[in-house]
């Protein structure tokens, strides 16, 4: 959704700058993609030249209040487009903060996710990224506590630290859902259920993205060598000695298709692969996008439709071979992607 957001408003606004606050996703082909057409990404608004009426997109990760403000004291023209589940977190921080709670969050001190959430309530929250940190945490009332989780954590690591937060502080509530979305989650499922399967595991996705560096951590926890590419340059011949290998691809969130596409054609092309495709979970989600960018639209009588998630056709100009269906949890698949 974010990136079709940036997508959208290039068109709209031919001739003009757009800025992103933060790399819309954490994809280096995206952010270079969108480089190339003229984006300017920056890390602090007040990088952005007499910034009155210019347009600036916020990232898929959240910012906090206070970004929100700054841009209105600058007079940029903000379209948000912030993941909704990341909004989801920021509206139960806001809610809990309100109710009196004290509200410990589970992530990475530095995500840029994490950082946006704890800007809506500072006072309140308390970051918690490992068992180690709950002695050192300053609690008023243990019976008011609530824990949150970052979006993009594995489930298995956010789930080491849920207990010991569970068995430090038995009264601690918990969020009305899961937080980690459900691109996260349905990934991470899928390697911990194809991984031991297989010889080998291949993410696409960029070093600094936080779900993508999972993947490749419960491929591991789970006795299968795995390996983080950006894209077909990063293939190594060493990773398949024999050539005969059962190899998994899984991809980040952000990472675009074709770059999947482009592996396994390099692996058919190179290795005579065969593609064999595995849907553990049917997805079939719908984002709408953001009010500032729908109301532009309308304005200029176009209708606004919602960022939909498809699974990719695998095809063989697409991808070098045609999928094989096949019966996963004991029911047949289409064969929709890889």
């Given amino acids: 959704?974010?990136?079709?957001?940036?997508?959208?408003?290039?068109?709209?606004?031919?001739?003009?700058?757009?800025?992103?606050?933060?790399?819309?996703?954490?994809?280096?082909?995206?952010?270079?993609?969108?480089?190339?057409?003229?984006?300017?990404f920056v890390e602090r608004l007040e990088d952005i030249p007499d910034p009155r009426g210019k347009i600036v997109v916020f990232s898929a990760h959240g910012i906090s209040p206070a970004i929100r403000q700054r841009a209105a004291q600058l007079d940029l023209f903000a379209i948000d487009a912030t993941c909704p589940l990341v909004t989801k977190v920021h509206s139960e921080a806001v809610r809990y903060a309100r109710q009196g709670y004290q509200i410990l969050l589970v992530g990475?001190?530095?995500?840029?996710?994490?950082?946006?959430?704890?800007?809506?309530?500072?006072?309140?929250?308390?970051?918690?990224?490992?068992?180690?940190?709950?002695?050192?945490?300053?609690?008023?009332?243990?019976?008011?506590?609530?824990?949150?989780?970052?979006?993009?954590?594995s489930t298995d690591d956010a789930g080491v630290i849920i207990d010991a937060l569970k068995l430090a502080f038995p009264h601690i509530k918990e969020p009305p859902s899961s937080d980690i979305c459900y691109a996260t989650t349905n990934r991470q499922h899928a390697v911990r259920k194809v991984a031991p399967d297989c010889d080998a595991v291949l993410?696409?996705?960029?070093?600094?993205?936080?779900?993508?560096?999972?993947?490749?951590?419960?491929?591991?926890?789970?006795?299968t060598p795995a390996y983080l590419l950006d894209d077909v340059s990063e293939l190594d011949p060493a990773w398949f000695p024999t050539g005969r290998e059962t190899v998994m691809i899984t991809a980040g969130a952000?990472?675009?298709?074709?770059?999947?596409?482009?592996?396994?054609?390099?692996?058919?092309?190179?290795?005579?692969?065969?593609?064999?495709q595995r849907e553990l979970v049917e997805e079939d989600v719908e984002f709408h996008l953001p009010g500032a960018l729908r109301k532009v639209m309308v304005e200029r009588g176009m209708t606004p439709a919602p960022a939909r998630i498809t699974m990719p056709v695998v095809t063989i100009d697409q991808y070098g071979a045609s999928p094989m269906p096949v019966t996963v949890e004991g029911r047949q698949v289409k064969s929709t992607g890889p």
């Fill in 254 to 276: 952000s990472a675009p298709e074709d770059l999947v596409a482009e592996i396994c054609r390099a692996l058919v092309q190179r290795y005579g692969a065969t593609i064999e």
């Fill in 203 to 223: 993410v696409v996705g960029s070093k600094n993205s936080s779900n993508s560096v999972r993947l490749t951590e419960i491929s591991q926890t789970a006795g």
């Fill in 108 to 153: 990475h001190r530095n995500h840029q996710e994490v950082i946006g959430t704890t800007g809506e309530a500072p006072a309140a929250i308390q970051v918690v990224e490992s068992p180690e940190d709950i002695p050192r945490l300053a609690i008023v009332d243990p019976h008011r506590l609530v824990y949150l989780t970052q979006t993009t954590l």
């Fill in 1 to 40: 959704m974010a990136i079709d957001v940036v997508d959208q408003v290039l068109g709209l606004f031919p001739g003009e700058t757009i800025y992103v606050f933060h790399e819309i996703v954490h994809n280096k082909h995206v952010v270079g993609r969108f480089t190339r057409r003229g984006v300017v």
